[in-house]
């Protein structure tokens, strides 16, 4: 008898394990590429800014470009999709340096307006079922 009390008064608790899930909870495939100068760029950071008030500082999708630019878009782990929904990107790419004690990170090769998602211009809108963000072609100027 005790048993059963017991497992009717957690039948409650444990029916609220369920809710459905907010939308920045729930990530899309998402890929893109970046160049610099007409060249792809290996080995950039891209990081995501929602321009949502409602999506939490937590939620910044990011990504690590390829040999040939390419990118996987990953929230909540490596290249798991980004929520739907639009941003503003800020990128940085820290050319290795060898200083002759082996390699070190070097300074941010880009421009510094890159680096900050207010000044980049750059503008990323990610959609259901899956995004190819369009080129990301990043100049001097």
Same mark, same amino acid.
């Given at each position: 008898?005790?048993?059963?009390?017991?497992a009717? +008064? +957690? &039948?409650?608790? +444990? !029916?609220?394990?369920?809710?459905?899930?907010?939308?920045?909870?729930?990530? =899309?495939?998402?890929? /893109?590429? =970046?160049?610099?100068?007409?060249? @792809?760029v290996?080995?950039?950071?891209? &990081?995501?800014? @929602?321009t !949502?008030?409602?999506?939490?500082?937590?939620?910044?999708?990011?990504?690590?470009?390829?040999? $040939?630019?390419?990118? %996987? +878009? /990953? &929230?909540?782990?490596?290249? $798991?999709?980004?929520?739907? #929904?639009?941003?503003?990107?800020?990128? %940085?790419?820290?050319? =290795?340096?060898?200083?002759?004690?082996?390699? %070190?990170?070097?300074?941010? %090769?880009? @421009?510094?307006?890159?680096?900050?998602?207010?000044? !980049? #211009?750059?503008?990323?809108?990610?959609?259901?079922?899956? &995004?190819?963000?369009?080129?990301? !072609?990043?100049?001097?100027?």
């Amino acid at each position: 008898m005790a048993s059963g009390t017991l497992a009717l +008064l +957690l &039948t409650p608790a +444990l !029916s609220g394990c369920g809710g459905s899930s907010k939308p920045w909870e729930v990530v =899309v495939p998402a890929s /893109g590429q =970046v160049t610099f100068e007409g060249k @792809p760029v290996a080995g950039a950071q891209i &990081t995501l800014y @929602p321009t !949502s008030a409602e999506v939490p500082d937590t939620v910044r999708p990011s990504a690590t470009t390829s040999e $040939d630019g390419s990118f %996987v +878009l /990953g &929230t909540y782990g490596a290249n $798991d999709g980004a929520p739907a #929904g639009d941003y503003k990107a800020g990128i %940085v790419w820290f050319k =290795v340096v060898d200083t002759g004690g082996g390699p %070190v990170r070097g300074n941010n %090769v880009l @421009p510094q307006k890159y680096s900050n998602p207010e000044a !980049s #211009g750059i503008v990323v809108t990610v959609n259901a079922p899956e &995004t190819r963000v369009a080129a990301i !072609s990043l100049t001097k100027k």
